[in-house]
Every structure is written in structure tokens, then in C-alpha cells.
């Protein structure tokens, strides 16, 4: 088959949909040398993707129409069905929710795989900008009544599409997302990178976007219940960048003397620092309120540290009984699990069996989520899809 992926809505700095197209690309590449594959990407980051494999091929788009909304959707929906129909492209996969609806008329032959990730544009609305909320919303029912095959990447997300949303293909397939093997194999932090962040102390890890959804203040709500003593020993130092109406996590900290000084903002980070950071952490905690997958709990399980994390969505899904849960809007709730997971982290610095166990138990967790898996099942939804087309 000829295959087409839609990466022109990835950006250069891969977060969420940009981090699960790096891995499944990897995976492809390993798995996948008979189909060919076009990688339709903003001409600007045709470096970005790791490809190496002859029977992939970049296809650049001028990254100025892309970043130009309302001209980026005529390029969709005029130009890039005609281009996938010069190619001769089998089958399209999209997975930032929106197609090329007008392929329907404009090339019949061409099916068609959607990615839906989550449904938080329907279940957490206000975790989301009203304009894009009800754009999103638009496009993930457009597409589910349009695509050939609708893929996602946890039972939880299968079972809640249905509830929002009527896919013209009912049968929705499942594909988990993978671990980076270096998560598996990383190393401590050196003093030198530690520094570079303004990291003087062990802490308590979070990565991720400031959004909503990622219940930021809730973290800092839990950290802040923690014992005086605790928090005077342990930091929480906060990766990722900014998103979204992110203004009442600084303001939470700036007003409480108890809290600055002892949350530490990073920025975004890179894999060449942010591995070692991951592996240097006493605990990592990540207790969204609602999540497709949740790579960044598997990413903290393979780096053998002790991960805190939300009952609910997929999160419990994927942690399969090695995190230490709570209720992501109780403070006291997330204080009591950050506490067992850094006695947990203190026992197994002392060489106790049982803490040693339990983290080990949770990097073979984590080992069990694999690129090469996640695009060998991908690869089958993409024939189901062509099979579909073809009815």
C-alpha cells in the first residue's frame, strides 16, 4: 500500500500528538519495509521525524500556508486531496482529529484512519478555549461519521468516542502508545544539569503542558498539604511549557510564602536533559484529570522512579497497579500518594526488598508499552481501513 501521514499540524517542539508521532513513526520504520509511506510535514521540521528508512519519503508544505488558519484549511480541504490523488495514496492517516472531508468527492478511492486521542473537548469542556472547543468538537463528529477506521490509543478513549460522537465504522481499534527504550536505560542527573534548571534539592518531578486538563494546581494543592518538614526537603519542579490559561498556577505559588521558593518552573525541557531529571527524581507525579493514554506515568515507571497518579480516564488503565493513586481534586488525596511514593523512593535508597520490588515491578509495567507493538498493530487498522474502503 501506499501510505500518507498527516504531520503538517505536528510542531517543531513535539509535546502529546507530536511525541506519539515520533514514536509510531520509529516503530513503523522498524516493523513496516514492504508499504510505502509519504510524510506530508511543514518544510521547516522535515529534520524532526528520525527518518532514515527507504520507503519513506518526506513531502514538504510550505510552513507559512500552515500557520495561516483559514489558508491552511483551503490547503486541506482543496489542495491536499489532489495531491494525495497524483500519489496514488491508499490509505490517509490523520491524527490531530480533522481529514480532508472533500476527499470523499474529490478522490472516492482514498480511505481514510483518524486518531482520536481523547474526548476532552466533550467531557472536560472547560479545560478547553471556547472557539477551539466547539471547532474541535465539530471536527471529531465529522470525521467519525467520514473516516474509514477510527484508531485510539486506550480502551478507556474506545469506550468513551461512542458517547460523543457516531463513527460511520463502529469498530474502533485500539493501539497503545510505546516507551522510549532510553527511559529504560537513563542515568542521574549531573550536578551541571541540575544547576542549569535552579534544582539545589531532591523534588518531586511533574512533565507536561500547563493546561488545565493537567491539573497543575491540584499538584501544587497536594504538595502544599505535605508536612512542613517534607516540603522543606523536597521541591516540586514543574517541566513543561506554557499552554493555556495556565495564569492560576504562578498566581497560586506567587501569593503563598510557603510555596515560593519551593516550586520550581522549568520551562520546556529536552530529552538530553529531561531523562536524567526524570531518573534523578525522588517522585513523579502526573494526576490529570482526564487522559487518552498518559505516556508521561509510563515514562516515570521506566525510570524507576515511584509515580503518583489519577484514579480514572486511562490513567489507572495504563499503570495496571504500580502507581500510587489518588483523586486528582483532593488535596489530601494527592498529598497521602506523593507521601507513599517518596517513602517508597526512601526504602529503596536503603536497599528494603519490598520498595526495590515494587519499583521494579513498575519499569516491567512500563517495558510492556513498546513502539514497535503500537506500529505493528497500527499497520493492521491501516488494512482494515483499505478493507473497509474497498466494501
Known amino acids: 500500500m501506499r501510505i500518507a501521514i498527516d504531520l503538517t499540524a505536528t510542531p517543531k517542539s513535539k509535546t502529546g500528538i507530536g511525541r506519539y508521532m515520533l514514536g509510531l513513526l520509529k516503530g513503523l520504520q522498524e516493523e513496516d519495509r514492504e508499504n510505502e509511506y509519504y510524510l506530508y510535514a511543514q518544510d521547516d521540521d522535515l529534520d524532526g521525524f528520525g527518518i532514515y528508512a527507504d520507503n519513506f519519503h518526506m513531502v514538504p508544505v510550505k510552513s507559512k500556508i500552515l500557520r495561516r488558519q483559514y489558508i491552511r484549511i483551503l490547503w486541506e480541504q482543496i489542495v491536499f486531496p489532489w495531491r494525495l490523488r497524483k500519489l496514488k495514496i491508499d490509505v490517509l492517516h490523520c491524527p ?51 473516516c474509514d477506521k477510527i484508531l485510539t490509543i486506550s480502551e478507556n478513549s474506545r469506550k468513551d468516542i461512542p458517547k460523543y460522537c457516531r463513527p460511520r ?27 542549569k534548571y535552579g534544582i539545589d534539592s531532591d523534588y518531586i518531578l511533574y512533565v507536561g ?16 498539604a505535605l508536612p512542613d518538614d517534607v516540603r522543606a526537603r523536597y521541591k516540586l519542579v514543574i517541566v513543561g511549557k506554557k499552554g493555556w490559561m495556565y495564569d492560576e498556577i504562578f498566581d497560586s505559588v506567587n501569593a ?10 522549568t520551562g520546556y525541557v529536552d530529552d538530553e536533559d529531561m531523562l536524567p531529571i526524570m531518573h534523578s527524581a525522588s517522585a513523579f507525579a502526573y494526576i490529570s484529570l482526564y487522559e487518552g493514554f498518559g505516556i508521561p506515568v509510563i515514562e516515570g515507571m521506566a525510570s524507576g522512579v515511584p509515580t503518583v497518579t489519577s484514579y480514572g480516564s486511562s490513567l ?3 499503570a495496571g497497579g504500580r502507581c500510587f493513586l489518588c483523586e486528582p481534586k483532593s488535596p489530601e488525596s494527592v498529598s497521602a500518594a506523593l507521601a507513599s511514593a517518596l517513602e517508597v523512593s526512601e526504602r529503596a535508597k536503603s536497599g528494603d526488598l519490598a520498595a526495590l520490588e515494587h519499583i521494579a515491578a513498575a519499569r516491567d509495567r512500563a517495558a510492556f508499552f513498546t513502539w514497535d507493538a503500537c506500529a505493528r498493530e497500527t499497520v493492521k487498522s491501516y488494512e482494515m481501513a483499505r478493507e473497509q474502503r474497498d466494501r
Open 169 to 195: 465504522n463502529p469498530e474502533i481499534a485500539v493501539t497503545y502508545m510505546g516507551i522510549k527504550e532510553d527511559f529504560l536505560n537513563s542515568v542521574p542527573a549531573s550536578g551541571d544539569q541540575l544547576a
Open 316 to 318: 489507572e488503565e495504563v
Open 256 to 265: 503563598d510564602p510557603a510555596l515560593r521558593g519551593n516550586v520550581i518552573f
Open 96 to 146: 490531530n482529529y480533522t481529514m480532508p472531508y472533500t476527499s470523499r468527492l474529490l478522490y472516492r478511492h482514498l480511505a481514510v484512519q483518524g486518531t482520536f486521542h481523547d474526548m476532552t473537548y466533550f467531557n472536560l469542556p472547560e479545560c478547553h478555549v471556547g472557539w477551539k472547543r466547539e471547532m474541535f468538537k465539530w471536527y471529531i463528529k465529522r470525521t467519525a461519521r467520514s
Open 209 to 224: 503542558t500547563l493546561e488545565p486538563r493537567k491539573n497543575v494546581p491540584g499538584l501544587i494543592a497536594g504538595y502544599r
